[in-house]
């Protein structure tokens, strides 16, 4: 079944539609709050599409991405009770934020680095670093560093591979889609409680 090869030109002519930088803006800062889709999706597809727009995207990418941190951190720091902590029980999201408080504990500043670069859900550590009224400078700068290198990363990378990567890429994207999927279901059935 070649689902991913379809949903993947789709994607691709979603990248060079004149209001993707928009949609990419709006993503990158509802990704810093709630959104469960990572910026990387869409900022891929554009930058391989676009190359020369590439630094561009990353830069709407990474500023809009802080913008929406700013705005989790203003949550967790003055509407956790009301807001926030009810959205979270609803979600089921109560150890992660737990689990985000002892990163917190463990290794103060850095957390908001490690989860501003990698795959860990950011958006919890934004929230979560309002609850525990981290200092609001470094705050801000550490994200600006850690989601600008992550951003400026995927978009080099893509510029850098190009066509080549895009013709591998299509060659097995199908089988890719369906190793992520059994991975997901896999660590889905090893973690469960």
Known sequence: MKIFSRLYRQVMMW???RHAPVYLSMTSFAESIFWPVPVDVMLAP???AKPELAWRYA???TLFSVLGAVLGYLLGYALWE???EPFINTMGYQDKMALAQQWFNDWGIWVI?????TPIPY???TVTAGLLHMVFLPFVLISLVGRGLRFFLVAGLM????VRMERKLIQYIDLLGWLCI???VIAYLVFRH
Request: net charge positive; charged share 5%.
């Open 15 to 17: 990248a060079v539609h």
């Open 46 to 48: 554009m930058a391989l």
């Open 59 to 61: 830069g709407l990418a």
């Open 82 to 84: 009301p807001l926030v």
């Open 113 to 117: 680095f490690i989860a501003s670069f």
């Open 123 to 125: 958006k919890v550590f």
């Open 159 to 162: 510029v850098w591979g190009g």
């Open 182 to 184: 059994a991975a997901a």
